[in-house]
């Protein structure tokens, strides 16, 4: 099937960056939306950004002018370029893609999720 693996989290002080990768691996056809979810302590997953395979963007109103996402297709990889980091921001972060993959003669959808990376933005 699918996996999703991500990297570049980690702790920054307010105001800093950091840039999130997620890359996709297996038998993929193709990757339609690719996105990126986070979830604080105590909170419901919420959506922070999106990315069709050809379209337009999409942000959480509360990152909107600070965080941008963008896709490699030839690599299966999404990003996520976070500034201005604030405390609030403090989160797991997942990725998350949909499309169809392959299994011998046959294609099947797939959703798919990263393992999450710590993301901590401290005051």
């Known amino acids: 099937q699918v996996q999703l693996v991500e990297s570049g989290g980690g702790l920054v002080q307010a105001g800093g960056s950091l840039r999130l990768s997620c890359a996709a691996s297996?038998?993929?056809?193709?990757?339609?939306?690719m996105g990126w979810y986070r979830q604080a302590p105590g909170k419901q997953r919420e959506l922070v950004a999106a990315i069709p395979s050809g379209g337009s963007t999409n942000y959480a109103d509360s990152v909107k002018g600070r965080f941008t996402i963008s896709r490699d297709n030839a690599k299966n990889t999404v990003y996520l370029q976070m500034n201005s980091l604030k405390p609030e921001d403090t989160a797991v972060y997942y990725c998350?893609?949909?499309?169809?993959?392959?299994?011998?003669?046959?294609?099947?959808?797939?959703?798919?999720w990263g393992q999450g990376t710590q993301v901590t933005v401290s005051s």
């Open positions: 297996g038998r993929i056809f193709s990757i339609n939306a």
């Open positions: 998350n893609a949909d499309g169809t993959y392959y299994s011998g003669m046959y294609y099947h959808p797939f959703t798919s």
